[in-house]
């Protein structure tokens, strides 16, 4: 077909967001047509939700199990691929999407890049474009000699499409696959902390700036005198100084609810991010000019953290 | 038994840096080099599994890269690596991450560990992909994203913990030898004595070449790469507003958007 294959995803029987977003970007790659799968025991119940404009097939793939396997879908989506040769495989750059895609194109010799936020097509040519040396340059990739080129992209940056269409609707039969790892079962995070950090409205959140445990009482007395619920990036709760249940970003918490964010001390990696970008008046203060909470901050302040808290305890 | 621990040297950047003349990366004088955050956690993870079962486990830390990365290494043998193995030719210069994980690939077969760990990602390319590609060309099975691990020397399967998004994690057992990415927050690395420092500075580093690994130049490098730089650039600064001054007309700006936004009094 060598258009482009969309791997949706879901987890425990809902779909992932990404996945729609996954669709948005498939859009902009030069109007080429674009096929979606997804795999899950029953997966028919998907096929309304990724009914969208702009997809021409969605290719349902029973699976025995619900939950991912990384032999399962390595082989899936590894025969997929062979069967429908797209020029473009997109999916989610996910903890799920990291435990088989590197497999996949290594074993097959495709192109492939990771955590990628700009693709685009011109005259035939893929450009995929992605952060380094912690999101302070961007880099821009191309697959010269490439016939099929696997791009997991970041999620919330692509826009998922909107309305519904009425796609063909075709069942691909994956192969027989004896896996080498047994899931047993989900575990909770743990929670049941004294906040919930996606409805705090204000959250005054602290990163591996603040340098040591014992500079966290500061922080935490500030917070109460500002109204603020204090948050962290996950080196703090690592660490264990404060609750993992007031980590902020991909493996932590959402700030749904939240309408100022003040981030000090956080460089802003992409998955602090995820949690809090959104936010509509984000303030970073930060020693270092060039760190990337800058690029999502409405407000900055370059500077020591120490010394404006400081500061700001006076007028409150 | 025998655990394989890969480690990267990563950079970060000075604070004015510029670019090679080619423009398809910084220019190597403006990089300051640091092992990975992840390793850390994997190779302490691998000290605790020697530990716990009272020593029969060789670590063997592997990196592949220039003369430079022996720093990261004397790290690892301070840290409890028992070896450290070097991997480097002219030719390996460029590879990316797949490119990187065929010579690891080719690296765990001449030392066939029970155990491969490498981080989840880089610090400086944020890949997430080494790890995973080794195991595909080894053919092993593989896990990412592991935040509890429970292996005891000489079983044929072990039990760990993924991580997934929200903190949510699932629990899953797996064939070994096996691949695991490992990720932040598993343990508490511990820092290296000035002892085990002094120790590992008298400790050799053994080399390995492309030939010793039975590999050829196009399959590493630029040519074994799964992508191809074009060019980097630094991007736009984005929106936000600099808030000038001192420090005391700084925080003091800062509560008068404080006051506005939570509309306090
Ligand atoms: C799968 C996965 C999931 C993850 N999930 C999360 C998550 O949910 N949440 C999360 O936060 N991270 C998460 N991470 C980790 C993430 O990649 C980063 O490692 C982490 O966010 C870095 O935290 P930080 O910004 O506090 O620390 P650093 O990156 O070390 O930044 C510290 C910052 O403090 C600044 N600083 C230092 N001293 C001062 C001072 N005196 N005054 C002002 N500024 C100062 C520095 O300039 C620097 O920018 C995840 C990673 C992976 C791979
Ligand atoms: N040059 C290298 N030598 C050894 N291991 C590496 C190298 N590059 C990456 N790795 C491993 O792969 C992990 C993740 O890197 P990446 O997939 O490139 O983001 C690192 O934590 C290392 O374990």
């Known amino acids: ?316 | 038994m025998k655990i394989l621990v890969a480690v990267k040297q990563v950079a970060a950047l000075e604070e004015d840096f510029e670019f090679r003349a080619d423009g398809r990366d910084v220019d190597g004088d403006f990089l300051v080099m640091d092992l990975n955050e992840w390793d850390d956690y994997s190779l302490e993870e691998a000290v605790k599994i020697k530990e716990a079962c009272g020593g029969a486990v060789e670590i063997v830390a592997v990196s592949v890269g220039p003369p430079t990365v022996d720093e990261a290494l004397r790290k690892c043998l301070a840290k409890g690596a028992d070896r450290a193995v070097r991997i480097w030719d002219e030719a390996m210069r460029g590879s990316d991450s797949i490119a990187v994980a065929r010579i690891l690939a080719a690296a765990a077969r001449a030392e066939a560990p029970d155990l491969l760990f490498a981080g989840v990602q880089s610090s400086d390319q944020a890949v997430a992909a080494t790890g995973i590609a080794t195991a595909g060309f080894l053919g092993w099975p593989h896990a990412a994203v592991v935040s509890q691990f429970t292996y005891t020397p000489g079983a044929a399967t072990a039990v760990l913990r993924r991580e997934l998004e929200g903190g949510l994690l699932h629990e899953l057992e797996i064939r070994t030898p096996a691949v695991l990415t490992i990720q932040l927050g598993i343990n508490t690395p511990r820092y290296a004595s000035l002892r085990s420092i002094k120790q590992a500075a008298a400790k050799p580093i053994e080399l390995r070449t492309l030939a010793d690994l039975s590999l050829n130049a196009a399959e590493v490098g630029e040519a074994g790469s799964s992508a191809r730089v074009r060019r980097m650039y630094v991007p736009d600064k984005g929106r936000a507003e600099l808030i000038e001054g001192s420090a005391a007309e700084q925080a003091k700006r800062l509560a008068a958007i404080i006051r506005e936004s939570t509309g306090a009094a």
């Open chain 1, 1 to 316: 077909m060598s258009g482009v294959l969309v791997i949706a995803e879901q987890r425990r029987g809902e779909l992932r967001p990404v996945s729609l977003e996954l669709l948005g970007a498939a859009q902009a790659l030069g109007g080429l047509p674009v096929a979606v799968a997804v795999l899950a025991p029953n997966p028919a119940r998907f096929v309304p939700a990724l009914s969208v404009p702009g997809v021409a097939e969605v290719i349902t793939v029973e699976l025995a199990i619900s939950e991912f396997d990384p032999d399962t879908f390595e082989s899936a989506v590894g025969a997929l691929i062979r069967a429908r040769a797209p020029a473009v495989v997109l999916m989610a750059h996910s903890v799920d999407s990291f435990g088989y895609a590197a497999a996949l194109a290594a074993r097959h010799g495709y192109g492939f890049a990771t955590d990628v936020f700009k693709v685009e097509r011109t005259g035939g040519e893929l450009i995929a474009t992605r952060g380094g040396y912690g999101q302070k340059v961007n880099v821009e990739v191309d697959f010269p000699g490439r016939d099929t080129v696997i791009l997991a992209l970041r999620a919330n940056v692509f826009k998922p499409p909107e309305g519904t269409a009425a796609p063909v609707v075709s069942a691909f039969e994956a192969p027989a696959v004896e896996s080498r790892s047994l899931g047993r079962e989900y575990i909770e995070p743990p929670g049941g902390d004294d906040v919930d950090m996606s409805t705090a409205e204000f959250i005054l959140s602290i990163g591996r700036g603040i340098g040591e445990e014992a500079k966290v009482a500061q922080f935490r007395e500030l917070a109460q005198a500002l109204g603020a619920t204090l948050g962290c990036s996950r080196p703090i709760a690592d660490a264990g100084w404060l609750p993992k249940s007031r980590q902020v970003g991909q493996s932590g918490k959402t700030a749904s609810a939240c309408k100022l964010y003040v981030a000090m001390g956080v460089s802003g990696a992409i998955q602090h991010l995820a949690g809090m970008k959104h936010v509509a008046t984000i303030v970073a203060v930060n020693t270092d000019a060039e760190a990337s909470i800058f690029s999502v901050a409405k407000y900055g302040i370059v500077g020591d953290i120490f010394e404006i808290a400081e500061e700001l305890r006076r007028h409150f």
